[in-house]
């Protein structure tokens, strides 16, 4: 099964946590914040399939979550491919060596980053009001109410990149 199945579960894993995202989350909030499930899927994404399979899955998580808010279209797909090349190529680089505990801090890292990136870009294009008084406690509740979901959403990267022919890293290093 050389390379192919995951492109039939990854669809499915991504209706499924664009929902979790959009209906059950969006009134699970912390602080008034709701967490990054597509970009935390992203983060998962990169560490487990690298920096190409990283960026993609990240760019079409963010096109599809584009497609329900009301920034730029495709700012979510540039974001999610940005940070999913850039966290698979950390995770080449330095999976195998760093703690378990260091990785679930870069993973956190990572979407704090995403968060940042989502701003400047979006302001960037024009879109105003994404930095304003409230975005640095956003950015803290986020990306630790994101890092607490960050084991689940790798064990559905895993289960996606399942019985696939490229080795993986083990990212956050959660399930051994």
């Given at each position: 099964?050389?390379?192919?199945?995951?492109?039939?579960?990854?669809?499915?894993?991504?209706?499924?946590?664009?929902?979790?995202?959009?209906?059950?989350?969006?009134?699970?909030?912390?602080?008034?914040?709701?967490?990054?499930l597509l970009l935390g899927l992203?983060?998962?994404?990169?560490?487990?399939?690298?920096?190409?399979?990283?960026?993609?899955?990240?760019?079409?998580?963010?096109?599809?979550?584009?497609?329900?808010?009301?920034?730029?279209?495709?700012?979510?797909?540039?974001?999610?491919?940005?940070?999913?090349?850039?966290?698979?190529?950390?995770?080449?680089?330095?999976?195998?060596?760093?703690?378990?505990?260091?990785?679930?801090?870069?993973?956190?890292?990572?979407?704090?980053?995403?968060?940042?990136?989502?701003?400047?870009?979006?302001?960037l294009l024009g879109e105003q009001?994404?930095?304003?008084?409230?975005?640095?406690?956003?950015?803290?509740?986020?990306?630790?109410?994101?890092?607490?979901?960050?084991?689940?959403?790798?064990?559905?990267?895993?289960?996606?990149?399942?019985?696939?022919?490229?080795?993986?890293?083990?990212?956050?290093?959660?399930?051994?």
């Amino acid at each position: 099964m050389s390379g192919g199945l995951w492109l039939v579960r990854f669809p499915f894993v991504l209706v499924v946590v664009v929902v979790l995202q959009l209906d059950l989350f969006s009134d699970l909030r912390v602080f008034g914040v709701m967490p990054e499930l597509l970009l935390g899927l992203t983060v998962a994404a990169g560490w487990q399939g690298g920096s190409d399979r990283g960026a993609v899955m990240g760019f079409a998580a963010g096109l599809l979550y584009d497609l329900y808010l009301p920034t730029p279209f495709a700012l979510n797909a540039l974001t999610y491919a940005i940070v999913g090349f850039g966290v698979g190529i950390v995770a080449e680089v330095l999976a195998e060596t760093a703690e378990g505990f260091v990785r679930r801090l870069l993973a956190m890292a990572s979407v704090c980053c995403g968060l940042v990136l989502f701003m400047v870009l979006g302001e960037l294009l024009g879109e105003q009001n994404l930095y304003n008084d409230e975005f640095p406690r956003i950015l803290i509740v986020a990306t630790l109410y994101t890092g607490l979901l960050l084991p689940l959403l790798q064990r559905l990267v895993r289960w996606v990149l399942a019985d696939d022919a490229l080795p993986t890293a083990d990212g956050l290093g959660l399930v051994k």
